[in-house]
């Protein structure tokens, strides 16, 4: 198994059981970066500004969890993606009270590589859909 993919398993992990930026900041290179083309995401312009949304994000969707449906590396590019499904169910806090609703979501990470640290991750999700799920929307 590759560095970038080692670091990829580890750093997805981290990040999508909601441990926040301090156990996602080895896999990372300073300053590295993070794009969505999604309103939800507006604003998060850093990967330690995304670790920290998405450990937020599962105190309010307490059972949130991921399958993961698809991990391939690609060498020659030094980019690794990850497609999973994300599913929680809002149970405390958050954008409105507790709705008790669930979501499903797939979304699809591109982390970019260099030297066996992530330097930029884009994120591909429609957060509208996962949003009226939960009746956020």
């Known amino acids: 198994m590759s560095l970038n993919t080692e ?4 750093f997805f ?9 301090d156990a996602c900041r080895s896999y990372c ?5 993070f794009s ?23 105190k309010v969707l307490t059972d949130g969890n991921y399958e993961v449906k698809s991990f391939a590396t690609d060498e020659e590019r030094n980019n690794v993606c990850v497609y999973a499904t994300f599913s929680g ?3 405390e806090g958050g954008p409105v009270s507790p709705t008790g609703r669930a979501t499903k979501t797939d979304y699809v990470y591109i ?5 066996g640290k992530v330097t930029h991750l884009t994120k591909i999700w429609n957060s509208g859909h996962a949003l009226k799920e939960l009746g956020w929307a």
């Open 7 to 10: 670091q990829a398993k580890a």
């Open 29 to 33: 290179a300073p300053g590295a970066t």
């Open 111 to 115: 982390m970019q590589f260099s030297n």
């Open 36 to 58: 969505a083309q999604t309103d939800v995401l507006t604003g998060i312009t850093t990967l330690q500004q995304y670790t920290e949304w998405m450990r937020d994000l599962l």
């Open 13 to 21: 992990a981290a990040c999508d059981t909601g441990q926040g930026w």
């Open 89 to 91: 169910t809002h149970l």
